[in-house]
């Protein structure tokens, strides 16, 4: 019976204090007074800048390297380059590809991009092919991003006289076997909306390369690299190649140097 009746007092005296302490807690913050105010941010207090308005640059050898395959030694250069901010850019290209004792190909890009998304931007722009055969002018539209699983997705279409239209998709991945040791495979693929003989060019799938490179980042804006590439002229193209006496292509054994800054 004394138990029973302490036991009630007890629970009598908590019902008492829990609602008051509850009280206590739910009292509201009083709102913060102007001294409040001018203590924690002072006149002085510098804003916070961000990126999008600052101009940036980059240079990227992406591929400088020796071409070794069964018409001899060639070599082959990759060079991008960009300047501005997060969202806009000017964007510089230039590539060749010189075997047999000439240019086999050789280009260059001007583009202005836009991002449009957090991964992906589109780029428009001219693109002027110098070899081989006679020079064409071409207006370029594409796409360049991050496809799912961390793919480097570049999709451009290009149209140029005469009603001549080309599409060119290249994707790379770049699988990190250590921090320092890369492999990088590459495909790359050309399609003619309409021949072009003087260029030795034919219509339809064009030309199609697949292949990696293993590179060593010495540090990440130097990396030596070595690897396997398989470049072949197809169809018309192919067909255009042999009747001039020159090779389709094959495998090449390829090495050189990544740099960027």
């Not at 739910?26 to 207090?45: V, W």
């Not at 040791?181 to 199609?208: A, F, Y």
């Not at 255009?240 to 090495?255: D, K, M, N, P, Y």
Request: glycine fraction near 12%.
């Amino acid at each position: 019976m004394g138990a029973t009746f302490l036991m009630r007092l007890i629970l009598l005296v908590l019902g008492c204090l829990v609602p008051a302490a509850a009280m206590a807690q739910t009292t509201p913050i009083p709102p913060p007074t102007d001294e409040e105010r001018k203590a924690a941010f002072p006149p002085d207090l510098q804003g916070h800048a961000v990126h999008d308005s600052g101009l940036h640059y980059m240079v990227l050898g992406d591929q400088l390297e020796w071409q070794v395959s069964g018409l001899g030694v060639g070599a082959l250069w990759d060079v991008k380059a960009w300047v501005g901010g997060d969202i806009n850019r000017i964007s510089l290209r230039t590539e060749a590809d010189y075997q047999d004792g000439r240019f086999d190909d050789a280009e260059a890009h001007v583009l202005l991009s836009r991002n449009i998304s957090r991964w992906w931007t589109v780029v428009g722009g001219v693109r002027q092919d110098f070899a081989p055969g006679t020079g064409r002018t071409w207006a370029a539209v594409g796409l360049q991003g991050l496809a799912p699983q961390w793919f480097e997705v570049e999709a451009t279409v290009y149209l140029g006289e005469s009603a001549r239209t080309q599409t060119r998709l290249e994707v790379e991945y770049d699988l990190l076997l250590t921090e320092q040791l890369i492999l990088q495979p590459l495909v790359e693929v050309n399609v003619m909306g309409k021949g072009d003989p003087e260029r030795h060019i034919g219509v339809g799938l064009s030309t199609l390369e697949f292949g990696a490179r293993l590179r060593y980042e010495i540090k990440r804006e130097v990396a030596p690299y070595a690897g396997l590439v398989w470049h072949k002229k197809l169809f018309g193209t192919g067909d255009l190649a042999r009747a001039q006496g020159e090779g389709t292509g094959g495998w090449r054994f390829v090495s050189g140097f990544r740099i960027w800054m």
